[in-house]
Antibody, heavy 121, light 108 residues
Framework: QVQLQESGPGLVKPSETLSLTCAVSGYPMSSGYHWGWVRQPPGKVLEWIGSVHHSGTTYYNPPLKSRVTISVDTSKNQFSLNLRSVTASDTALYYC??????????????WGEGTMVTVSS | SSELTQDPTVSVALGQTVRITCQGDSLRNYYASWYQQKPGQAPILVIYDKNNRPSGIPDRFSGSSSGNTASLTISGAQAEDEADYYCNSRDSSGHDAVFGGGTQLTVL
C-alpha cells in the first residue's frame, strides 16, 4: 500500500530554513496526484501549507506563500518542503500527505506519521 | 480563525448516534472531507466527496451536506470512535484548502 515517511531536523533556529523531505513508497509519484504538507502546532488545529503536482506545479496557502517552497523529485519518489525565516510560531507537527483533491473536492487521503519540528535557539 | 466552523466538543452515549457539523459559506459550492485523529496519531480520512468511505472505514460513518453545513454522522458510536474530528474543504475563494477547528468527540 502507499506509505509516506517524513524526515528532517527536529530543531531549527529562528530565522533559518526548515527543510523536510517526504519519501513515498508503494506508488510512483510520476503516475499522478498532488502531494502536500499539513502542519499542526501543539494543541492546535490542522493547517494546509501547500501542495505540488507531480509535474511540479505548486499551490500554497496564502499566509505562508512568501516563505514556502514545495518541490518534487519523481526520480527519487519524494517531495520536499522548505519554509524560510522561521519563528517560534512555526513549531509544529508536520505531516506529508497525498493530495487527491480534484474540482470541488479537497481530500488528503494518505498521511505520513508526522515529524515534530521545534523552532528554538 | 478558520472559514469552517465546528463545535469544539460533542459527546454521545455508547451505541447512540451523533452528528458532527461543519459550517462555512464555501460548503455551498464545495464538498467536505472528514478526518479522525486520535491522540498521538496522524489523522485518517473517514469520509470524502458526497458520502464516500475509504476502504477499512466502518459503515457507521456517513456524510451529508445541506446549504452551508456539512455533517459527519456516526450511527452506533463505539468507544474507539472517541477522537478529534476535522472537516476540510476549499476556502471561499475556491483556490485553497482549509480545515475546520476540530470537534473533540467523547463517547460516554
Amino acid at each position: 500500500q502507499v506509505q509516506l515517511q517524513e524526515s528532517g531536523p527536529g530543531l531549527v533556529k529562528p530565522s533559518e530554513t526548515l527543510s523536510l523531505t517526504c519519501a513515498v513508497s508503494g506508488y510512483p509519484m510520476s503516475s499522478g496526484y498532488h502531494w502536500g504538507w499539513v502542519r499542526q502546532p501543539p494543541g492546535k488545529v490542522l493547517e494546509w501549507i501547500g501542495s505540488v503536482h507531480h509535474s511540479g506545479t505548486t499551490y500554497y496557502n496564502p499566509p505562508l506563500k512568501s516563505r514556502v517552497t514545495i518541490s518534487v523529485d519523481t526520480s527519487k519518489n519524494q517531495f520536499s518542503l522548505n519554509l524560510r525565516s522561521v519563528t517560534a510560531s512555526d513549531t509544529a507537527l508536520y505531516y506529508c500527505v497525498r493530495d487527491a483533491s480534484t474540482g470541488p473536492l479537497v481530500v488528503f487521503d494518505i498521511w505520513g506519521e508526522g515529524t515534530m519540528v521545534t523552532v528554538s535557539s | 480563525s478558520s472559514e469552517l466552523t465546528q463545535d469544539p466538543t460533542v459527546s454521545v452515549a455508547l451505541g447512540q448516534t451523533v452528528r458532527i457539523t461543519c459550517q462555512g459559506d464555501s460548503l455551498r459550492n464545495y464538498y467536505a472531507s472528514w478526518y479522525q485523529q486520535k491522540p498521538g496519531q496522524a489523522p485518517i480520512l473517514v469520509i470524502y466527496d458526497k458520502n464516500n468511505r475509504p476502504s477499512g472505514i466502518p459503515d457507521r460513518f456517513s456524510g451529508s451536506s445541506s446549504g452551508n453545513t456539512a455533517s459527519l454522522t456516526i450511527s452506533g458510536a463505539q468507544a474507539e470512535d472517541e477522537a478529534d474530528y476535522y472537516c476540510n474543504s476549499r476556502d471561499s475563494s475556491g483556490h485553497d484548502a482549509v480545515f475546520g477547528g476540530g470537534t473533540q468527540l467523547t463517547v460516554l
